[in-house]
T-cell receptor, first 112, second 114 residues
Framework: GENVEQHPSTLSVQEGDSAVIKCTYSDSASNYFPWYKQELGKRPQLIIDIRSNVGEKKDQRIAVTLNKTAKHFSLHITETQPEDSAVYFCAASRGRDDKIIFGKGTRLHILP | DSGVTQTPKHLITATGQRVTLRCSPRSGDLSVYWYQQSLDQGLQFLIQYYNGEERAKGNILERFSAQQFPDLHSELNLSSLELGDSALYFC?????????????FGPGTRLTVT
């Protein structure tokens, strides 16, 4: 069945450095890839998404890249700040007519 | 505030009991998703309803059931509760039927089974 693998499960980076979280998916028909951020004690919220017709998307310090051939996509956070500390979930969907599959999450710690 | 509401916020009950969790989606959203999040676990997709009909099923136990009513609110029923059912239960809503739409999560219901 469909599967989304996410690595690493935990990531610690120094404040100001960059963080990269990687996901791979199994279903080659997947075409929508969102990223959700869940701060401690709060609900998950969409931070960025990408569709299969583009290879990269940026929003200020956050970027997502997609490699359809290799079936993987990554979240890049530059100039990390304390408020970036959270759990990040990647997900994949085939879009129309299909459900969404979440990765198991990455706990990101920003060290002072 | 996402516009999605969930009640109750907290629920403490004993093993063997049955509980009902309630979710009201954002105005205009037709899809409701239910997720279970245990300690240090990811989001386990349970079930999705779209406009009153079951749309997709995930890792939902037979002891659990859900429905979506004509006013689009949804209820998740958990029965014969076990200690391992203790978790945070989220519902989320989206405008469309497929997974290609942003999901708006509610604040969650924390269930503790003692």
């Amino acid at each position: 069945g469909e599967n989304v693998e996410q690595h690493p499960s935990t990531l610690s980076v120094q404040e100001g450095d960059s963080a990269v979280i990687k996901c791979t998916y199994s279903d080659s028909a997947s075409n929508y890839f969102p990223w959700y951020k869940q701060e401690l004690g709060k609900r998950p919220q969409l931070i960025i998404d990408i569709r299969s017709n583009v290879g990269e998307k940026k929003d200020q310090r956050i970027a997502v890249t997609l490699n359809k051939t290799a079936k993987h996509f990554s979240l890049h956070i530059t100039e990390t700040q304390p408020e970036d500390s959270a759990v990040y979930f990647c997900a994949a969907s085939r879009g129309r007519d299909d459900k969404i599959i979440f990765g198991k999450g990455t706990r990101l710690h920003i060290l002072p | 505030d996402s516009g999605v509401t969930q009640t109750p916020k907290h629920l403490i009950t004993a093993t063997g009991q049955r509980v009902t969790l309630r979710c009201s989606p954002r105005s205009g959203d037709l899809s409701v998703y239910w997720y279970q999040q245990s300690l240090d676990q990811g989001l386990q997709f349970l079930i999705q309803y779209y406009n009153g009909e079951e749309r997709a099923k995930g890792n939902i136990l037979e002891r659990f059931s859900a429905q979506q009513f004509p006013d689009l609110h949804s209820e998740l029923n958990l029965s014969s509760l076990e200690l391992g059912d203790s978790a945070l239960y989220f519902c989320a809503s989206s405008v469309g039927a497929s997974g290609a739409y942003e999901q708006y999560f509610g604040p969650g219901t924390r269930l503790t089974v003692t």
